[in-house]
């Protein structure tokens, strides 16, 4: 055959790579950083997949990432890089005369260079039963199908060991449901990288969870049936039942292949600075390898390590020196970090500081007034600081007085300034831990022209993988560019990193149905949320599952918690409901009897067409609103993120050119909607002609009636920022003008942020795509509307009449009363 | 009417009438009201219930963490400390609490008249 004539080229080196995982793929990158066209490079991975990030798996397991968000190279990349990949077909030998290696599918490819990142393999306990069906490890993905396939059908799961991966493996099925033991062969859980303390709190907290947690124990066997496992039993003899055993007792450096090649290997493969073993042609990084007698664990050394190798097969070798680490737990919920040694002893010097009822514990280990070891607690906002100052063994004598507090108390500044503390940052301070990215690159990636999170995660991918340095990354946007900040989509508020719509969106697709559980599932990166996400949670949740959630008062502005208005001194308004502006004089016979009972101090016709009683008591709410239900009235919801007002005029009644009974008809709404919480207040008006009496033209949903019938207008607003409303259709019922008046309300209780009422939202989303939500699917009118009717059955219930009734009297009465002791002695 | 409290601590009563993440008032004749908080985590505060900006009750604001956003105008006030948050300045007297078996205790001498120094 005619082979085409190549024009000769030089000749690339051919680098060889033994493992496609975090150490093997992130040395290739370095790589190509700085020298593109250097090395041919054909990566073998034993597993049959693009690399990913190995840490997340946990939160993988747990539900909290899917697969995909954790590739760190997509198959885009390597064929992008003119890098071959071989997955699924693991080299088997390693022939260093041929300098080729040999892979399982038989395979030999000879190498120029050759690079070992093998890893670790899990640690498996030698007992009785430890290879029957059912006994799992937790390294790589198929690991974690594993895992999900058992944990779907529930039951109980036992993890054996209590390390970081242990409590990663048993947070995640205890969030899949299944009943979890954890059974550790030391008295403490994480023991080398906590102290007795901090490992109590962390047990304490996962035994609230729900948790079993054994110490000391010591597994003697694990009892199988037919083949697959069903309990362990301890050396004591205590039996724990189990449908899935998960080994998590430790890694052991994967070196079988060098070994068998006869490189130099003790516990790991033996590697000299520049990452080079005992073959000159042969190099080694990650968890495989020994450096200066250490084996690593955690990926941050791997990363520095990859730079070292990276540098020296570019021909400019900087050598590695070995690395300090630190440790975070990957459990929602706990925060803990722990660095360096502080196992106390001889000239060691320990500052503890304890909040009991904040749960925080710290602990900072000193010698020679330099940082060897610190534990964080509850709160490891510090973390990195203390870890910057380990690392550089900076003298912290001047600070020592105030070194437990943190950064910003220690540094004298600023005591609340995020932004001062990341100033105070070096330059290779690590920010994002995940993917090993320091803070100069970060700098220099914004200086590049990512003016935005969202550019940042995707150019140096700082923040992409758990997000929990969202806030560190938004710090040094705010240095670098000042207001040149690209804020993106707006987040929900400071306890999170989604947004209004994510989170909306996620509590459908998730089936989230408690507060707590939003927050633990979206990382909310307070226990409890804020006096922001809080209420917007709850109506998010309200609007979500109708009849379902149950409505969490302590969520609630006080207005919507105490169903009045709170005044500027404390007192409260009342205001019942006046259906579209029409009263009896019973009604306000009932109304002058309570206003002089209670003491109102003003009584005001509002602008919503109802009166309005000011200086009533908190304890007096649920009197006065007992004897106004005894008169027929409820609650108005002036108070509420809900419907306010239905304003008529009179209408054809009355009025000389009135078309349509507009009153009748906007008691009729009033009827149908009243008692609906929504994003924001939401006003109703129907006047009797164009003349608009009413004022429908500024209220979130206005009806002008027209000889012909009903015009429809939506998103006007006359409050801070007037705005008239766009019309949306005309219809030619009243019954049309009630339905698509309930499917229009629905639709923006469905979609707008909370606290965004109809005009700005309508101005967000466009009148367009109201219209096409409502008109392109000739059934969406009818959907909309049925389903704010379904929710119309659980909340249109006087709230009053529940308060009058008794519920909730602690909100309204005062504990004992008490004088001070010098008038006692008076 | 209160009858002569025991040594210094006054019993204001079980636990269980505050519910997590609410606070309930104690009214001090001649004095300043008190609010009562219960927080999420199960800790309890004492502090007089006006809010260091306009006197507002911070009583009905919303409890999270160890702070209440207090319900007029949004400052928020730490339960520990009654000092405002945040860029805000000003601090709300607190009164010291225990809690010993299930019943709440306020400092006896802490609770004071309106406008009388405390060692009166
Ligand atoms: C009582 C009343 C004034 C009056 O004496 O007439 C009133 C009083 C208050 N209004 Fe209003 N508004 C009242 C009609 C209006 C109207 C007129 C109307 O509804 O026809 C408007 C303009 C129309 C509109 O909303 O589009 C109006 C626009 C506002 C706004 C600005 C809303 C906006 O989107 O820009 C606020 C502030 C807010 O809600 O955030 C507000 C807020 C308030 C609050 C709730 C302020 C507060 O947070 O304490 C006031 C407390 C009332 C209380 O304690 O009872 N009030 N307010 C009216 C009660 C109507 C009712 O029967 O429920
Ligand atoms: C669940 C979990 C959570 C973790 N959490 C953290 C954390 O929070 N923080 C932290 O710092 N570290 C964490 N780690 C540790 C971290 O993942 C490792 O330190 C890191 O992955 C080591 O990288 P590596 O490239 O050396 O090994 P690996 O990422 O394991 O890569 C080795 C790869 O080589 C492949 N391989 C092995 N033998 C062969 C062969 N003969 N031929 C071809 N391919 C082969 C393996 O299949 C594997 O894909 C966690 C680990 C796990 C499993
Ligand atoms: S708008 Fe004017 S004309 Fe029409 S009903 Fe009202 S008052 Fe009558
Ligand atoms: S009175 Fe508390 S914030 Fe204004």
Redesign the interface.
């Known amino acids: 055959m005619n082979a085409p004539t190549k024009l000769p080229q030089p000749a690339k080196e051919k680098l060889v790579v033994i493992g496609n995982g975090m150490a093997g793929c992130r040395a290739v990158e370095e790589l190509l950083e700085r020298d593109p066209d250097r090395y041919s490079v054909t990566i073998f991975g034993a597993e049959p997949r693009v690399n990913y990030n190995r840490i997340m798996l946990s939160p993988v397991l747990a539900g909290e990432k899917t697969f995909d968000e954790i590739v760190i190279n997509s198959a885009e990349w390597y064929a992008e890089n003119g890098i071959e990949l071989v997955g699924g077909d693991p080299v088997e030998q390693i022939d260093r005369q041929a300098k080729s290696i040999i892979a399982k599918s038989g395979r030999v490819e000879p190498y120029d260079k050759l690079l070992i990142a093998t890893g670790s393999d899990p640690f498996i306990i030698p007992i009785p039963g430890n290879d029957l069906a059912g006994v799992v490890t937790f390294r790589d993905l198929d690991d974690v199908d594993k895992m999900l396939a058992a944990a779907q059908q529930g039951g109980d799961a036992v993890v054996i060991g209590g390390g970081l991966l242990g409590l990663e493996a048993a947070h995640g099925l205890s969030l899949r449901g299944m009943k979890v033991t954890v059974v550790h062969l030391m008295p403490a859980l994480m023991e080398r990288q906590l102290d007795e303390a901090a490992g109590y709190l962390l047990r304490q907290e996962l035994e609230s969870r729900g948790q079993t947690i054994l110490t000391s124990a010591n597994t003697k066997v694990i009892h199988g049936v037919e083949g697959k496992v069903v309990g362990i039993e301890l050396e004591d003899g205590t039996k724990v039942k189990a449908d899935i055993v998960v080994m998590a007792a430790g890694i052991k450096p994967s070196t079988s292949l060098a070994r068998s090649a006869d490189l130099e290997c003790e516990r790991g493969i033996v590697v000299d600075d520049n990452m080079v073993t005992s073959d000159s042609d042969i190099l080694a990084v990650g968890e495989c390898v020994q450096h200066r007698g250490t084996c690593y664990g955690l990926v941050a050394p791997l990363w520095d390590m990859c730079r070292s190798l990276a540098d020296y097969l570019t021909g400019a070798p900087n050598g590695y020196e070995g690395s300090v680490t630190s440790t975070k737990l990957k459990v929602s919920g706990i925060d803990l970090f722990s660095a360096g040694d502080f196992s106390g002893g001889d000239g060691c010097e320990d500052i503890v500081m304890r909040d009991a009822a904040r749960g925080v514990y710290k602990r900072v280990v000193l010698k020679d007034d330099k940082i060897i070891g610190a534990v964080l607690y509850g709160d490891t906002a510090d973390g990195n600081w203390y870890f910057d100052l380990l690392k550089k063994e900076e003298d912290v004598a001047d600070i020592r007085e105030g070194l437990i507090f943190g950064q910003a108390f220690a540094s004298g500044g600023a005591l609340a300034d995020p932004n001062a503390a990341v100033a105070a940052l070096s330059d290779d301070a690590e920010i994002c831990g995940c993917n090993g990215v320091s803070k100069g690159k970060v700098i220099s990636c914004i200086a590049k022209g990512a003016h935005s999170v969202d550019a940042v995660r995707s150019t140096c991918k700082a923040s992409a993988s758990c997000g929990s340095c969202t806030n560190l990354v938004e710090s040094l946007l705010a240095l670098t560019l000042g207001d040149d900040v690209q804020t993106g989509p707006r987040t929900l508020c400071k306890c999170t990193s989604f947004t209004h719509d994510d989170v909306r969106r996620l509590i459908l697709e998730k089936e989230l149905k408690v507060i707590p559980e939003v927050m633990q599932e979206l990382h909310w990166t307070t226990p409890e949320g804020c006096a922001s996400c809080r209420p917007a949670l709850n109506y998010y949740l309200l609007c979500a599952w109708p009849g379902e959630y149950e409505d969490d008062e302590k969520s609630r502005y006080v207005n919507e918690r105490l169903h009045a208005n709170i005044q500027k001194d404390g007192t409260y308004s009342v205001v019942p409901r006046m259906w579209g502006g029409l009263t009896t004089p019973d009604e306000l016979r009932a109304i002058a009897d309570a206003a002089e009972k209670y003491g109102a101090r003003t009584v005001k016709v509002t602008g919503g067409q109802r009166i309005d009683l000011f200086g009533i008591k908190k304890e007096d709410l649920p009197a006065i609103w007992g004897d106004l239900n005894a008169a027929g009235m409820v609650s108005g919801h002036a108070y509420g993120k809900a419907l306010r007002t239905v304003k008529t005029c009179v209408g054809s009644e009355w009025c000389r050119f009135g078309t349509q009974d507009s009153t009748g008809l906007g008691v009729k709404i009033e009827r149908m909607t009243w008692g609906s919480y929504m994003p924001h207040k939401f006003k109703i008006a129907v006047s009797g002609c164009p003349r608009n009496c009413a004022e429908a033209t500024i209220k979130d949903f206005g009806v002008v009636c027209v000889d012909s019938g009903y015009e429809l207008h939506v998103g006007g607003n006359g409050g801070i920022h007037v705005r008239a409303t766009d019309l949306l259709c005309k219809v030619e019922t009243e019954e049309q003008a009630m339905e698509y008046c309930a499917a229009f309300i629905q639709l923006y209780r469905e979609d707008a942020h909370y606290l965004e009422r109809t005009a700005p939202w309508l101005e967000r989303k466009g009148l367009d795509w109201i219209k096409s939500q409502l008109f392109d699917d000739p059934d969406a009118i009818k959907n909309y509307a049925k389903r704010f009717r379904f929710s119309q059955k659980f909340w249109q219930v006087d709230p009053w009449a529940n308060r009058a009734g008794g519920a909730h009297k602690d909100l309204h009465s005062h504990l004992a009363e008490v004088r001070p002791l010098s008038m006692e002695n008076a | 009417?209160?009858s002569?409290?025991v040594g210094t601590w006054?019993d204001?009563?079980p636990t269980t009438?505050?519910?997590?993440?609410?606070a309930?008032?104690?009214?001090?004749?001649?004095?300043e009201e008190?609010a009562?908080f219960h927080t999420?985590?199960g800790?309890f505060y004492a502090l007089v219930n006006s809010c260091p900006h306009?006197?507002?009750?911070l009583s009905?604001?919303?409890?999270?963490?160890?702070t209440v956003?207090c319900?007029?105008h949004?400052w928020?006030i730490s339960l520990?400390t009654g000092e405002a948050?945040?860029d805000d300045e000003g601090c709300t007297p607190t009164i010291p609490l225990k809690v010993d078996s299930g019943r709440l205790f306020?400092l006896?001498?802490a609770?004071?008249?309106s406008g009388?120094p405390k060692a009166?």
């Open positions: 009417m209160m002569a409290p006054l204001i009563g009438q505050i519910a997590p993440g609410t309930r008032t104690l009214p001090v004749v001649g004095g008190i009562v999420m985590r800790e306009k006197q507002g009750p009905q604001g919303i409890v999270h963490g160890d956003t319900p007029l949004n928020r520990r948050q945040g306020l006896r001498e609770v004071i008249p009388k009166a």
